[in-house]
């Protein structure tokens, strides 16, 4: 008759260990809703693109409950990115106006210090933003990466400035709808 309780039990407690790993991981010290600034030098006089990011302490759902992943990267999707229309030089690949303005993150805080996640990936290129806390949100650098450049090429672009102001509570209806596929 008992021999039912320990798999419930187990289960509580695999349920209880993964939400305290999230938590470490995902701090909603964290979570909001941030104007975003991606500057080549210092912010604000050479902006070149700016945004709307959302981060959330725990992984979004779709209309089904679902959360998603994307692909080639870790973790659930828990975060959004909407990119404001290009003024002047897009600034990199990631940022080109054909590209999709409106991007799903996944984001997570690492070695205990730094919110860091892609904006976009391929196999082999990406480009990874790494945010710590300041007193108005959050900043940090954001960065181009190639695995496949050729020896000899011309050094890639130097590490962005990304300053992130907070202006709010994190705001599910500032994202995309999530559906299957977001990766």
């Known amino acids: 008759m008992w021999k039912w309780l320990v798999p419930v039990l187990?289960?509580?407690?695999?349920?209880?260990?993964?939400?305290?790993?999230?938590?470490?991981?995902?701090?909603s010290l964290y979570a909001g809703t941030y104007t975003v600034r991606f500057c080549r030098g210092s912010c604000p006089a050479s902006t070149y693109r700016t945004?709307?990011?959302?981060?959330?302490?725990?992984?979004?759902?779709?209309?089904?409950?679902?959360?998603?992943t994307k692909w080639l990267e870790r973790g659930h999707v828990n975060g959004c990115l909407v990119?404001?229309?290009v003024h002047g030089p897009p600034g990199g690949w990631v940022f080109y106006p054909g590209l999709a303005p409106r991007r799903f993150i996944a984001w997570a805080l690492v070695d205990g210090q730094a919110a860091s996640f892609e904006?976009?990936?391929?196999?082999?290129?990406?480009?990874?933003?790494?945010?710590?806390?300041?007193?108005?949100?959050l900043g940090g650098t954001g960065m181009f990466w190639s695995a496949s450049r050729s020896p000899g090429t011309a050094p890639l672009p130097r590490h962005d400035e990304v300053q992130a102001r907070?202006?709010?509570?994190?705001?599910?209806?500032?994202?995309?709808?999530?559906e299957a596929g977001v990766g």
């Open 119 to 137: 904006l976009d990936r391929t196999v082999d290129a990406g480009y990874q933003v790494a945010l710590r806390l300041t007193p108005s949100g």
């Open 166 to 178: 907070r202006v709010g509570d994190a705001d599910p209806s500032r994202c995309p709808r999530l």
């Open 83 to 85: 990119l404001d229309p």
């Open 10 to 27: 187990c289960f509580w407690a695999f349920q209880v260990a993964a939400m305290e790993n999230d938590a470490a991981t995902h701090p």
């Open 51 to 68: 945004a709307t990011m959302v981060l959330f302490d725990r992984p979004l759902r779709d209309a089904q409950g679902q959360i998603h």
